[in-house]
Nanobody
C-alpha cells in the first residue's frame, strides 16, 4: 500500500521551531517531487514549500521564506520541513504530497494541487 505519513507536529510558542517529517512506505520517494501544504480552519489549502526529485530545486511561499527549510533524505525515504521563528498564523494542519517526476522535470517542483499521493496531515499549533 502506497502511503505518506507526516509526523513532528505539535504545540509550540511563537518564535519556536518544529521539524516535520514525511515518510513514504510502499514506494520510493527518489523519483518524486515533494510538496508541503497547509490548511488553517476556514481557509483553503495552500502550498508552503516543495522540493524537486533531484533535490536541487526548492520553492517557498512568500509567507514562510527565510523561516522554513525543506530537505530530503532519499536513503531514509523521508522529506523534512524545518520550521523556525514560528508565528500564530502558521497554525494549520500540514500535509505532504508526492508527485511522480519524469527525468526531464527532475529539477522542477510546483506548489499547486495535482499531486499523486497525500498524507493524512499533522497539526501544528503556534500559541502562547
Amino acid at each position: 500500500q502506497l502511503q505518506l505519513v507526516e509526523s513532528g507536529g505539535g504545540l509550540v510558542q511563537p518564535g519556536g521551531s518544529l521539524r516535520l517529517s514525511c515518510a513514504a512506505s510502499g514506494f520510493t520517494l527518489e523519483h518524486y517531487a515533494i510538496g508541503w501544504f497547509r490548511q488553517a480552519p476556514g481557509k483553503e489549502r495552500e502550498g508552503v514549500s516543495c522540493i524537486s526529485s533531484s533535490g536541487r530545486v526548492t520553492n517557498y511561499a512568500d509567507s514562510v521564506k527565510g523561516r522554513f527549510t525543506i530537505s530530503r533524505d532519499n536513503a531514509k525515504n523521508t522529506v523534512y520541513l524545518e520550521m523556525n521563528s514560528l508565528k500564530p498564523e502558521d497554525t494549520a494542519v500540514y500535509y505532504c504530497a508526492a508527485l511522480r517526476a519524469a527525468p526531464v522535470v527532475k529539477h522542477l517542483c510546483v506548489m499547486s494541487p495535482g499531486y499523486d499521493y497525500w498524507g493524512q496531515g499533522t497539526q501544528v499549533t503556534v500559541s502562547s
